[in-house]
């Protein structure tokens, strides 16, 4: 597509639930990335994803959290029993192999854990 | 120490005034910068890559010095448009690393 598409763009969840958050990276960009954003606060990385290699889930802040990219291209993030703590938006980037020109974000999905 | 670190600000400057961010980053094998503009409640967007030799990309002169690892944003004749969080982002073998921004606010 022409840009970073996340889906849905809001979700209201109850704490407690599992929400799964979707990302359609640009057509041909190799690598993605899962961010999450507080109100008010910087960019908090959570995973990952470079063509076929292992996923770099260093930032996922719980085991609660996992994201999968099936095919190289739309990638999902999972979170399981959700916390109001997890309020924020996350946000979804993706970029060619080289990250030597920056990336390109979609415009996010606020969640919010009621 | 954090990865990448700015002054948070706010910066509150008037309209035509010149304001300048600094970036400091830890990690010496860092390998491309850039600086991103995030406007209230929107995605970031890239802004313009940050070159060793220094570039420049109308009212914005962005400045790299990898000796004393820090980055600079300089923004002449400042717009109300401006107003904005800049963020620095400094990439080491894909992984992109992002400082907290500096809020700016630009005042007629």
């Known amino acids: 597509g022409a840009g970073v598409s996340q889906s849905p763009s809001n979700k209201v969840t109850e704490k407690g639930k599992d929400v799964e958050l979707r990302c359609d990276p640009i057509s041909g960009h190799t690598a993605l990335y899962w961010y999450r954003q507080s109100l008010g606060q910087g960019l908090e990385f959570l995973i990952y994803?470079?063509?076929?290699?292992?996923?770099?889930k260093s930032g996922l802040p719980s085991d609660r959290f996992s994201a999968e990219r099936t095919g190289g291209s739309v990638s999902t993030l999972t979170i399981q029993r959700t916390q109001q703590e997890d309020s924020a938006v996350y946000l979804c980037a993706s970029s060619l192999e080289t990250t030597d020109y920056g990336y390109t974000f979609g415009s996010g999905t606020r969640l919010t854990v009621v | 120490r954090k990865e990448v670190e700015q002054d948070p600000g706010p910066f509150n400057v008037p309209e035509g005034a010149t304001v300048a961010f600094n970036c400091t980053y830890s990690n010496s094998a860092s390998q491309s910068f850039f600086w991103y503009r995030q406007d209230c409640r929107k995605e970031p967007k890239l802004l313009m890559s940050v070159y060793s030799s220094g570039n420049e990309d109308g009212r914005f002169t962005a400045q790299l010095n990898r000796a004393s690892q820090y980055i600079s944003l300089l923004i002449r004749d400042s717009k109300l448009s401006d107003s904005a969080t800049y963020l620095c982002v400094v990439n080491m073998m894909g992984d992109m690393r992002f400082g907290a921004g500096t809020r700016l606010t630009v005042k007629p």
């Open positions: 994803f470079q063509g076929n290699s292992a996923p770099d």
